[in-house]
Each structure stands twice: as structure tokens, then as C-alpha cells.
């Protein structure tokens, strides 16, 4: 069963545009979200995370919404750069669990000029 | 560069043999964590390290699958008489020992079973 999901496979934005990714976990144990970005042949790459205690957190042009009454957070980019232009990851976490950390399937962003 | 490194990169081998992957973590990190990756996927955990003690792993670590960190630093993950559904991604990540710490990766070994 995924616990965590990220419905779009793929995300194609104009650069200068916002890009919003989304991400669904069934999990109500999961009280801590990142997401990592990761490009071809490399490891992921922390980007911003967020504690079930908040209901936003914003780093430059990076912000994660929470919502946790639906189960939902969502990456904001703005303004979106072709050096975006990678797979995004969501990824969770429950207390107890040693940080384990769940991930979805990840959206691969493709930012236009 | 202090990240986390892992060797090799690339591994092709013959359906039945034996593999072992290397993962130094980020000195002073001493939770150190095994993820597989699998195309279109996102990583799915394997197995946690505090120090030396493997304190979790996922029921996707079959009986083929074991992994040491003998000293609490380096860490080695072995296959055992491989099969091709072993091919993935197999990452290591690092992290601090405080609560929510994040977990910095390596860049993965990508292991071919023919």
C-alpha cells in the first residue's frame, strides 16, 4: 500500500511561473514531510520540510503547504528556473520510527523557457 | 567534498553472484540508512543503523540481503546469489543523531543483474 503519493508524473511550467507539486499521504501517524529533489545520476537533495505543528514553511522561492485535515502538502516554486527541471520527491516520516523516511513516487518538473 | 560517498557507482553482474556496496557517511552522522530505488519509483527504506546496531529493517531485506557497519562508521551491504529483480538504485543516506535531523544522500550505486 503506498503510503505516500504523488499523483502527477510529470509537470511542465514556463519559466518565471509558479510550480506547485503535489503529494497525498493516507498515513495520520506521519507528522513530518520533506521533499528532496533529485537530477539524473546524483543522490537526492534536501530541499524543505515541514513538522505537523505548522501549516506552511517558506525557504526563498521554495514553500511547503500542510494540510493535514486532507492529508495534503503541496511544493511551491516561485519563480520556477530551468535549473529546476528535476524529479521531486515527498517524503514523510512518523515519530518513533527512527526517521525512516516514506516516499511517493516523485513528479519529474520540466521548466521551460 | 564531506558528503556521503558510495562504491561503485555501477555494478553489472551475473544473476547468482554475490555483490557488496560501500557507504562512507558524513563523519560524525551516526544514524546511516539503506534505500532501494527501483525505476519509477521513489526510494523504499531497507534498513537503519544507530552506530554499530542495526535497529530496523523492512521486510523487503530478504534472507539474501545483509548489511554490517562493523565500527559504527563505513557501512557494506552484501546480495547473496543475486537475481535480477535486484536491479535498483541502492542508496545510502546519513544523518545526525538529533530528532529530524535530515538525511543527506549519497549518490547511489546502481546495480545491473543479467
Known amino acids: 500500500d503506498q503510503q505516500v503519493k504523488q499523483n502527477s508524473p510529470s509537470l511542465s511550467v514556463q519559466e518565471g511561473r509558479i510550480s506547485i507539486l503535489n503529494c497525498d499521504y493516507t498515513?495520520?501517524?506521519?507528522?513530518?514531510f520533506l521533499w528532496y529533489k533529485k537530477y539524473p545520476a546524483e543522490g537526492p537533495t534536501f530541499l524543505i520540510s515541514?513538522?505537523?505543528?505548522?501549516d506552511k514553511n517558506e525557504d526563498g522561492r521554495f514553500t511547503v503547504f500542510l494540510n493535514k485535515s486532507a492529508k495534503h502538502l503541496s511544493l511551491h516554486i516561485v519563480p520556477s528556473q530551468p535549473g529546476d527541471s528535476a524529479v521531486y520527491f515527498c517524503?514523510?516520516?512518523?515519530?518513533?520510527?527512527?526517521?525512516?523516511?516514506?516516499f511517493g513516487a516523485g513528479t519529474r518538473l520540466a521548466v521551460h523557457p | 567534498d564531506t558528503g556521503v560517498s558510495q562504491n561503485p557507482r555501477h555494478k553489472i553482474t551475473k544473476r547468482g553472484q554475490n555483490v557488496t556496496f560501500r557507504c562512507d557517511p558524513i563523519?560524525?552522522?551516526?544514524?546511516l540508512y539503506w534505500y532501494r530505488q527501483t525505476l519509477g519509483q521513489g526510494p523504499e527504506f531497507l534498513t537503519y543503523?544507530?552506530?554499530?546496531?542495526?535497529?530496523?529493517k523492512s521486510r523487503l531485506l530478504s534472507d539474501r540481503f545483509s548489511a554490517e557497519r562493523p565500527k559504527g562508521s563505513f557501512s557494506t551491504l552484501e546480495i547473496q546469489r543475486t537475481e535480477q529483480g535486484d536491479s535498483a538504485m541502492y542508496l545510502c543516506?546519513?544523518?545526525?543523531?538529533?530528532?529530524?535531523?535530515?538525511?543527506?544522500f549519497g549518490p547511489g550505486t546502481r546495480l545491473l543483474v543479467l
Open positions: 543516506a546519513s544523518s545526525l543523531p538529533r530528532n529530524r535531523e535530515t538525511q543527506y
Open positions: 498515513n495520520s501517524m506521519f507528522d513530518y
Open positions: 515541514i513538522s505537523s505543528i505548522k
Open positions: 517524503a514523510a516520516s512518523a515519530s518513533g520510527g527512527y526517521n525512516k523516511l516514506i
Open positions: 563523519s560524525e552522522h551516526n544514524r
Open positions: 543503523f544507530q552506530n554499530e546496531a542495526q535497529l530496523e
